[in-house]
Nanobody, 127 residues
Framework: QVQLVESGGGSVQAGGSLRLSCSVS????????MGWFRQAPGKEREGVAV???????EYADSVKGRFTISKDKGKNPLYLQMHSLKPEDTGMYYC?????????????????????WGQGTQVTVSS
């Protein structure tokens, strides 16, 4: 059974940094698309960044230059390094994984595009 567990969330002031981690277990597929997503209160879930087993990486425009997605050798763990945080970055952050190539619409964060999701970790950025 595939399990994804996020950690590293917290409360920071604007301009601060956080590093999120996603620990993956039970994932036996050789290929993957893995990513970070977030949902702010009252808003729809959105994609933040994805990477795949071919080393392709994509970011949402809103986080380019501030966030970095990476992983250690293999699939575990997946990281999201966040710098220059803004209040609008506040939300629940989720990691997700899928055995297939990243969808061209990954940024929509649709459940159907990723087979496995974590429970989320809260990030709160105060002004």
């Amino acid at each position: 059974q595939v399990q994804l567990v996020e950690s590293g969330g917290g409360s920071v002031q604007a301009g601060g940094s956080l590093r999120l981690s996603c620990s993956v277990s039970g994932y036996t597929y050789r290929t993957y698309c893995m990513g970070w997503f977030r949902q702010a209160p009252g808003k729809e879930r959105e994609g933040v960044a994805v990477l795949d087993s071919g080393s392709s990486i994509e970011y949402a425009d809103s986080v380019k230059g501030r966030f970095t997605i990476s992983k250690d050798k293999g699939k575990n763990p997946l990281y999201l390094q966040m710098h220059s945080l803004k209040p609008e970055d506040t939300g629940m952050y989720y990691c997700a994984a899928d055995p297939y190539a990243c969808s061209t619409t990954w940024f929509r964060a649709e459940s159907s595009d990723f087979a496995y999701w974590g429970q989320g970790t809260q990030v709160t950025v105060s002004s």
